[in-house]
Structure formats: structure tokens, C-alpha cells
């Protein structure tokens, strides 16, 4: 008997990718410890994920893009990260990325990959610095949640084969509304609200975690 087709979504900073992409942006921009600060506590569900993401954006105004490639460089996927999405697509199964970053820095990874579904924040760009701004919608959990439904129905999958995939509290709607969640080195918070949980730093177990 065939699987059905799945969708497999993850959460980008920390979970695809081994860093926080607006950790390496602050460092670019030289506001690395006033942002750190403001993600941990973010990410710890003690302020309000889209205030947060706000205040630390506003620290990058100025940064020009130049700088926002060599980001995009700098980028490392999770060990078993490229492998796992191409296991997943050579079997007919769907991905997706939804990340409280930002598009810009994952652009490059999401077409060497052919990942057709994503969904992160918008840097405003003007005249080739950053504005300090995000454009449109800001991502926050509830809108990751709204991501995995809406990528099911494109891409014909039911919710019950649904996989979500992260670390911190700003993943736990779209884990919650998933058929089956899988924490990821993450916050207590996290674990306590998954399916399942890898405390190793690699990727390469989910193919065995959902079935594959």
C-alpha cells in the first residue's frame, strides 16, 4: 500500500537552517546583542512575536543590500536538511517553508531546492538599504498555521497528512492544526506540545518519523 501524499512544512531559523538569519544580519549591521536579546525572549513566548520581530527589524535600518547577500552566503541547511527534501519530492510528496525571517535571506536556498511553497517576511528595501520596515503581512504563528493549510489544499494533500516541523513557541499553531508534529531541538514549550521529538542536530531521522 501507497503513503498518501504528504506535506512536510518547516520552520527555517534554527530547524532547515543551523542559524537565526536575523542574528546574521544584526551582526552585519553591528546590533547583534540588543537583537539577540529580544529573539530569545521572543522565542521563550514571553513577548509577542510580531512586536518582537518589529523592534529587531527596526535595529537593521540602514544595512545596505550587499550586506544582505553575503547573508545569504553565510546560510547553512541543517544536516539531512537537502537530502530529506529531495527524498521527500523523488517521492511525490510536498515541502514547504514558513519562517518568521525573511524572504530575501532564504531566496536563494528555496530555488536551488525547487521548494515550491513558502512563506516568510518581506524586508522594505529602498535604494539599496534596508528601511528598518517589513513589507505586508507579518509572520508570526498564526499565520505559519494558516501556511500548512493553505499549502495542503494547493498542493492536494489532507490535513491528517500534514507534517509540521519546529523549535520555538511561534511554531506551535501550525504544529497544533499539523496531523502529526515533530519538535526539533526545541523549547520545553515545544516539546511539551509535539508528537514526536529529535534532540540531535540533524534532519535525517523524520524519513523514519513519518513512515517513509
Do not use: C, W
Not at 68 to 75: N, R, S, T
Amino acid at each position: 500500500m501507497t503513503k498518501p501524499k504528504m506535506l512536510v512544512q518547516f520552520d527555517v531559523d534554527s530547524t532547515f537552517i543551523q542559524q537565526e538569519a536575523i542574528e546574521l544580519l544584526a551582526s552585519k549591521a553591528g546590533v547583534l546583542d540588543e537583537v539577540a536579546r529580544i529573539t530569545d525572549s521572543a522565542m521563550r513566548g514571553e513577548i509577542d512575536f510580531a512586536q518582537s520581530l518589529i523592534a529587531r527589524v527596526q535595529l537593521l535600518k540602514g544595512l545596505s543590500y550587499e550586506e544582505l547577500e553575503k547573508v545569504q552566503q553565510e546560510i547553512r541547511l541543517t544536516d539531512g536538511a537537502e537530502e530529506l527534501v529531495k527524498q521527500l519530492h523523488a517521492l511525490g510528496h510536498s515541502v514547504s517553508l514558513v519562517s518568521g525571517g525573511f524572504v530575501q535571506v532564504i531566496a536563494p536556498t528555496i530555488e536551488r531546492l525547487s521548494i515550491k511553497y513558502f512563506r516568510a517576511n518581506v524586508l522594505e528595501i529602498e535604494s539599496g538599504h534596508l528601511t528598518g520596515r517589513i513589507e505586508g503581512q507579518i509572520i508570526d504563528r498564526a499565520a505559519k498555521a494558516t501556511a500548512l493549510l493553505e499549502f495542503a489544499t494547493l498542493s492536494g494533500v489532507e490535513t491528517t497528512n500534514t507534517v509540521a516541523i519546529g523549535d520555538g513557541a511561534n511554531d506551535l499553531d501550525m504544529m497544533a492544526v499539523a496531523g502529526l508534529s515533530i519538535a526539533f531541538n526545541a523549547k520545553p514549550i515545544v516539546v511539551a506540545a509535539a508528537d514526536l521529538s529529535i534532540n540531535e542536530p540533524s534532519l535525517r531521522g523524520v524519513i523514519n518519523l513519518i513512515g517513509l
